[in-house]
């Protein structure tokens, strides 16, 4: 992983302060691995404010977005043209994005305590309005098409800049979705990273029952896609996968992330009900006590 | 008028190279001076319309000003969604060219018919549509148009022979341009029914009726000013454009006419019905529902005969 003015940005800021206020008990080894911990934190807190769902899907994030904001993307600051993007396809899990933007510094944990107040910048879904996102999304199958032609822009301005797509499972539902594979597998958008959080559930029910994509890898080998398979929860092994990819020629890189829906909170994995449910306070107390203990 | 249209933009890329073109596999014999002159800036995208605009919007929050091309129903109808969260939302510089409103695809069928584009457009704030009437205009909108910060949707006529006398390319953003005056009726044409407007209004002469004609092509912004000032003491409108009657200009017009308060009857000439089993050639299927000169000024006649006793 390089070395970023966001991961310093981690190791300065998560302090004792930020544990304190959860009590937790920290024995995790790397700064993204506590960028982590402190991700679910904050999507429960937040979540159990504004008594709001969207809880798993954001949960199972958790780790790739800390990966991304613990390091592996290029991001000297907001409003820095030269900076890696990120479209978060999956726009329903943008608490998880939040959260990840308050703990590097580029929101005031103040801003972050508004999510789904009256008269926010934050809901449930991310617009660019707010500093340090970078496109808006919350209709799924819009992301990749975004991504690959930030990609190409790149790739047209001479720019070393890359652009990560994170995706669900179920988006690959929706048509475009392949549009957008086909064309950046035929124009071979190197510099174009996706990673499907592939947690196998959608809103009402398994994507092995809704729509059967399995086996996903082989649908974007199909489209000229350099592939890998990763444990979305193994953050080393995703940050070795991503520091690994040649972003400067060859073929757009897709991560399959296995994942667990609801990531790190026992009753919620796995579970549909957990995509749009609020937690109740004892549900909240417990949720805090799992992740705090790094189960 | 889509000749024009890439000419003018073959001219600006040369000015500009934020200025890029994607196609979605569409515009054989119209889009090659661009590839041939900027093929660096030129993609086909494939026959992929929500990505194109996808890819355009990308490209646009990076710095570049991408113009999207398809025809009519596939640019704005199939794209729309991608439209309004991508280029709208983002409130960036893409550009959406419909080629061939109305019947422009007379015997291509219901499915290339131009019918809904102005309308579904016309309603998202934060879009600029241009209609232009005639080749000459079609540049000078390209022109003044193709460097705002927001999203721009044209729609660009097929036909490339129509000039329309006493327009002379002028377009102004947000205002109406009016080449005949007239006391009688105010023909409200949007875009390349001007000319129809303009024959009608000859026809109309010579029964001894004065009809003033009103050209609309920036239908966002909306020319309200100059529809209010033109509405004002005129007994009788009719609206005529190559789409559905609802949604576009002639909704436009009764807006205008109801939130201001004026005394003017509207008639709104344009396709009232699917037109679905049924094909033929532009100038065929255009006169079919109205939208030709001789069909202006029957519309024309009966709305002065409907409006007769309300103006005596």
């Known amino acids: ?295 | 008028m889509r000749g024009s249209f890439i000419r003018t933009l073959v001219e600006i890329a040369r000015e500009d190279p934020k200025v890029v073109l994607l196609t979605g596999d569409l515009g054989f014999t119209v889009v090659e001076p661009f590839a041939e002159e900027f093929p660096d800036r030129f993609y086909n995208v494939g026959v992929a319309e929500q990505n194109m605009v996808g890819l355009a919007t990308g490209m646009a929050e990076a710095g570049y000003i991408p113009f999207v091309y398809s025809i009519v129903t596939f640019a704005s109808l199939r794209t729309y969604e991608f439209v309004r969260n991508g280029p709208i939302a983002h409130q960036l510089p893409v550009r959406i060219v419909g080629i061939g409103g109305g019947f422009d695809y007379g015997t291509a069928g219901l499915t290339h018919y131009g019918l809904e584009d102005l309308g579904v457009m016309r309603i998202q704030p934060g879009i600029t549509v241009v209609v232009p009437a005639d080749q000459a205009q079609a540049a000078a909108a390209l022109r003044s148009t193709y460097n705002l910060a927001g999203p721009v949707y044209y729609r660009i006529g097929k036909d490339d022979g129509r000039t329309l006398a006493g327009l002379d390319g002028s377009f102004r953003l947000g205002r109406t341009e009016r080449v005949r005056a007239g006391k009688d009726l105010t023909l409200i044409a949007a875009g390349s029914m001007a000319c129809d407007c303009a024959a009608a209004a000859e026809k109309l002469a010579e029964l001894g009726i004065e009809a003033q004609v009103l050209v609309v092509s920036s239908l966002n912004p909306a020319p309200s000013k100059d529809l209010v000032e033109a509405l004002t003491g005129v007994p009788v409108a009719l609206t005529v454009e190559a789409h559905y009657v609802n949604g576009a200009l002639g909704s436009l017009a009764a807006e205008t006419i109801a939130e201001n308060g004026l005394g003017c009857r509207l008639s709104r000439c344009g396709v009232t019905e699917t037109p679905h089993g049924l094909v033929g050639g532009s100038a065929y299927m255009s006169g079919r529902f109205g939208l030709s000169a001789d069909g202006v000024v029957q519309s024309a006649l009966r709305a002065l005969e409907e409006a007769a006793p309300a103006a005596r």
């Open chain 1, 1 to 295: 992983m390089s070395e970023t003015a966001a991961n310093i940005a981690i190791e300065q800021d998560l302090g004792p302060a930020v544990l304190d206020s959860h009590g937790a008990q920290l024995n995790l080894e790397t700064p993204a691995e506590r960028m982590a911990q402190q991700i679910r934190l904050a999507i429960l807190e937040q979540s159990r404010r504004a008594h709001v769902g969207h809880i798993g899907s954001a949960l199972s994030v958790a780790d790739i977005i800390a990966v991304l904001y613990g390091g592996a993307m290029n991001l000297p600051s907001p409003d820095d043209h030269e900076r890696d993007r990120l479209v978060l396809s999956k726009g329903h899990a943008a608490l998880a994005l939040f959260s990840a933007l308050a703990l590097v510094g580029w929101m005031p944990k103040e801003q972050l305590d508004t999510y789904c107040g009256d008269g926010s910048l934050l809901g449930v879904h991310p617009e660019r309005d707010l500093s340090g996102i970078d496109f808006t999304t919350g209709s799924l199958g819009h992301g990749l098409s975004l991504g690959a032609g930030a990609a190409l822009a790149a790739r047209m301005q001479g720019s070393s800049r890359r652009v990560f797509v994170l995706m669900s499972d179920a988006e690959c539902n929706e048509g475009s979705v392949w549009e957008a594979a086909m064309f950046a597998g035929h124009h071979r958008l190197g510099n174009l990273i996706a990673i499907i959080d592939l947690n196998g559930q959608q809103a009402l029910g398994y994507t092995k029952d809704v729509v059967d994509l399995s086996p996903m890898h082989a649908h974007w080998q199909g489209f000229n896609w350099d592939v890998h398979e990763v444990d979305g929860h193994d953050i080393s092994a995703l940050a070795k996968t991503i520091d690994s990819l040649d972003t400067e020629s060859g073929r757009p890189h897709m991560l399959i992330a296995r994942t667990i829906f609801g990531k790190g909170v026992s009753y919620m994995q796995s579970l549909i009900k957990w995509h749009y449910m609020p937690m109740s306070e004892d549900q909240y107390a417990q949720a805090v006590a799992e992740v705090e203990a790094g189960s």
